[in-house]
């Protein structure tokens, strides 16, 4: 008998149900192990879509903290009222009086998580919001935009809207 060749051939490492289990994903009950009716719940939820959430109503006891060049930091109150919600498309109004704008449209975006992105340009003002709703119904987050009178200038800051009850 040759030793070299008997030496050269080689036993499979798994036996062929072992390589089978390991294929499938199975822990071949080697780690606890679960059961499909166990298993089954956890499938179910995770294919659940979540709604995206309304925030249709009225936030007008808000406040908004803005940066101006040669102002310097100001918050002052404010008010959105979201007065349309189309699937992910939002509509509304915003007013800050303290500096002069009263009920200008808003139109944007709100995703399944709860952030949303509005967009405004009135009377110089252009800019856009962006933020998410927490579970309480509060909608928070920054804005930037451009002011333009004489000379352009560029406005950031942070707001909070709380929704009326």
Do not use: W
């Amino acid at each position: 008998m040759n030793t070299r060749k008997a030496a050269s051939v080689r036993q499979p490492v798994l036996e062929p149900l072992e390589l089978r289990a390991l294929l499938s994903g199975s822990d071949c009950g080697l780690m606890g192990g679960s059961d499909a009716s166990t298993d089954a719940p956890a499938l179910t939820a995770s294919a659940t879509r979540v709604a995206i959430p309304n925030v249709v109503g009225s936030y007008t006891h808000g406040s908004v903290t803005f940066s101006v060049p040669l102002v310097g930091d100001k918050t002052v109150d404010s008010s959105l009222i979201i007065t349309s919600q189309s699937g992910t498309t939002i509509e509304g109004k915003i007013s800050v009086s303290d500096v002069g704008l009263k009920k200008f449209k808003v139109t944007g975006t709100i995703d399944r998580k709860g952030r949303f992105t509005i967009n405004y340009n009135k009377n110089g003002l252009k800019g856009t919001i962006k933020g998410k709703r927490a579970a309480d119904g509060t909608l928070s987050g920054t804005f930037n935009g451009k002011i333009k009178y004489v000379y352009v200038y560029t406005v950031t800051g942070t707001f909070t809207y709380p929704k009326d009850a």
